[in-house]
């Protein structure tokens, strides 16, 4: 098993930065990938952002490549979030997730923060 715990949200103005982060414990070392995901009020889960393990490749979103970047400190199986140039829209709750081989779905979860941005 996987335990996530994220943590860093809250409420910024539009235009501002925030930093999610996501701490991972557990059997951990078997974990291939993790990413951000994110719902806002009304909308479905969406993808933002993940990063595979080993290798460190990264995949954003359409809508937030350019002002997100996905990052890990080794050390500390910790995952990161950092949002720049935030908008309105970028108003969600942000899980953190964990994928292993072989499956190909993120099967732990965080429970999520919430981030706000105000206009």
């Known amino acids: 098993q996987v335990q996530l715990v994220e943590s860093g949200g809250g409420l910024v103005q539009a235009g501002g930065s925030l930093r999610l982060s996501c701490a991972a414990s557990?059997?951990?070392?078997?974990?291939?990938?993790m990413a951000w995901f994110r719902q806002a009020p009304g909308k479905e889960r969406e993808f933002v952002a993940s990063?595979?393990?080993?290798?460190?490749?990264?995949y954003y979103a359409d809508s937030v490549r350019g002002r997100f970047t996905i990052s890990r400190d080794n050390a500390n199986n910790t995952v990161y979030l950092q949002m720049d140039s935030l908008k309105p829209d970028d108003t969600a709750v942000y899980y953190c997730a964990a994928r292993k081989l072989p499956s190909f779905r993120y099967d732990y979860w965080g429970q999520g923060t919430q981030v706000t941005v105000s206009s």
């Open positions: 557990g059997r951990t070392f078997s974990i291939y990938a």
């Open positions: 990063r595979t393990w080993s290798s460190g490749s990264t």
